[in-house]
T-cell receptor, first 113, second 113 residues
Framework: GDSVTQMEGPVTLSEEAFLTINCTYT??????LFWYVQYPGEGLQLLLK?????DKGSNKGFEATYRKETTSFHLEKGSVQVSDSAVYFC????????????FGKGTTLSVSS | SQTIHQWPATLVQPVGSPLSLECTVE??????LYWYRQAAGRGLQLLFY??????ISSEVPQNLSASRPQDRQFILSSKKLLLSDSGFYLC????????????FGQGTRLTVV
């Protein structure tokens, strides 16, 4: 079945460092891909998305490119801030897999000043 | 604009007691509705989803049930809680085709004691 694999956390960075969180997927169809962010004690918020190969989603300085050849959707940010500390989830939606989003296990990011 | 409400925000219940968590969506009609559970280190687990009134699909057989008595209302229930039911429960909705994003409520932190 469809699945999403994220790099294990936690990821600990200093402010202004470069961030990469790896995400790879397995899908039977042609999925759409998403990154969500969860701040402590809150629900998930959509960060960015991409619906077809080579699309780049971007928001708040974060970017991710849909790479069909490597089945990847890595999240990047050039200069992280303390306020970026949160849990990040990669997810996919595949018509073949039904109506729900399938999530990775999440990666905790901690940024210190 | 669309909004999703989920309550209560926190709940402490004894083992063997019943459970009822409620989720409502405003500003849209005929949404797909979802219940997820988030346990520490295990990401998001899809529990139930519904594509219409009275239509419930269960992803994981367990001690919980769901109902959709109205178009924009989704209820998660249990007759007798177990310790293992503790976790963070998230309601989500989605509109339209499979490649659209889902929107999440703020979540309910359930502790079974």
């Amino acid at each position: 079945g469809d699945s999403v694999t994220q790099m294990e956390g936690p990821v600990t960075l200093s402010e202004e460092a470069f961030l990469t969180i790896n995400c790879t997927y397995t899908a039977t169809g042609y999925p759409s891909l998403f990154w969500y962010v969860q701040y402590p004690g809150e629900g998930l918020q959509l960060l960015l998305k991409a619906t077809k190969a080579d699309d780049k989603g971007s928001n708040k300085g974060f970017e991710a490119t849909y790479r069909k050849e490597t089945t990847s959707f890595h999240l990047e940010k050039g200069s992280v801030q303390v306020s970026d500390s949160a849990v990040y989830f990669c997810a996919l939606s595949d018509l073949q897999a039904g109506t729900a989003l399938i999530f990775g296990k999440g990666t905790t990011l901690s940024v210190s000043s | 604009s669309q909004t999703i409400h989920q309550w209560p925000a926190t709940l402490v219940q004894p083992v063997g007691s019943p459970l009822s968590l409620e989720c409502t969506v405003e500003g849209t009609s005929n949404p797909n509705l979802y219940w997820y559970r988030q346990a520490a280190g295990r990401g998001l687990q899809l529990l139930f989803y519904s594509v219409g009134i009275g239509q419930i699909s269960s992803e994981v057989p367990q001690n919980l049930s769901a109902s959709r008595p109205q178009d924009r209302q989704f209820i998660l229930s249990s007759k007798k809680l177990l310790l293992s039911d503790s976790g963070f429960y998230l309601c989500a909705w989605r509109q339209g085709p499979w490649n659209t994003e889902a929107f999440f409520g703020q979540g309910t932190r359930l502790t079974v004691v």
